[in-house]
């Protein structure tokens, strides 16, 4: 495994740019989708499809293309999805930092709308796990049964105004079934689920993630999130894992920088419908 916390000569790595070389180097490979169905090389893109009619685009770089190289490359990768009928939603992810003359244009041109931009906050996993005081009533733990993760992925839809679905419990589940090392934790009052989170150790690397952490309205600013954020970094550095890493929200980016992550870099995901 390489270490991306230290230079050969035993310097830390703690600068924005270390930071930004260690995502691109050791997350921006197949580790980014490990419940793909499938993957599809096309020059530099990887063109993955997941369970549910789900399509993603994702590359380490496009090497250097120039904006017709771009053009070319999207107009392919659409059309790789369009072949499928079974794919009804494809994300593009963007990183704000990658040289890509003409990407945006390239994207609306096959009808991709660009969601709102997300923070790329990487940090030390030691930073994160610190002791979090709970409101009365309010308990964490780690769940794996189905009628848990079905309440836990109910409880996200509800909050990210998604309509009613068990598409998103179904590819949880079957993840789950993977034994990848996903997590999945709760904070739970009153025997109904407040807030939600995963964790995602990636195989090979020093990172593991921290995604989908969502939390009911009522229940925001009491330091929930912040208590489920460090159990999962203290079960990150029980795998050995000594960096953390997130695409964060406005809402989550501050509570993460106080604990001593940066932002890198940005994301914007495109996405086009059937």
């Known amino acids: ?72 490359l999207v107009d392919q990768g659409i059309a790789h999805f369009r072949a499928d009928g079974g794919i009804t939603k494809v994300e593009w992810k963007t990183r704000g930092h990658d040289h890509a003359p003409g990407l945006h244009e390239a994207l609306l041109k096959h009808g991709f709308v660009p969601e709102e931009p997300e923070s790329i906050m990487i940090g030390e996993a030691a930073a994160l796990a610190v002791d979090v005081p709970l409101p009365d009533g309010v308990t964490l733990r780690r ?5 848990d993760v079905r309440s836990m992925a109910a409880m996200a839809d509800e909050v990210f105004g998604e309509p009613p679905s068990d598409k998103s419990a179904n590819a949880i589940l079957r993840r789950l079934g993977l034994d990848d090392g996903m997590e999945l934790w709760v904070a739970e009052a009153d025997g109904q689920i407040v807030t939600a989170g995963r964790l ?23 330091g929930i999130y912040r208590a489920l954020t460090a159990a999962r970094a203290r079960s990150a550095l029980a795998r050995g894992k000594t960096l953390i890493h997130s695409d964060s929200t406005e809402y989550s980016r501050p509570i993460l920088e106080r ?7 940005t994301t914007t995901p495109y996405v086009w419908r059937r």
Do not use: N
């Open 259 to 265: 604990y001593g992550l940066v932002r890198v870099s």
């Open 200 to 222: 995602e150790p990636v195989v090979d690397t020093d990172f593991a993630g921290i995604w989908g952490g969502c939390s009911r309205p009522e229940w925001r600013g009491r």
């Open 1 to 72: 495994m390489r270490d991306a916390t230290a230079h050969k000569d035993g310097v830390p790595m703690t600068d924005t740019t270390r930071l930004l070389r260690a995502y691109d180097e050791q997350l921006r490979t197949d580790a980014e989708t490990p419940s793909a169905i499938s993957v599809t090389h096309l020059g530099p893109l990887r063109l993955v499809t997941f369970l549910g009619g789900r399509g993603f685009v994702s590359y380490r770089d496009l090497d250097g293309a120039d904006e017709a190289g771009v053009q070319e």
């Open 143 to 147: 769940i794996t049964e189905e009628p």
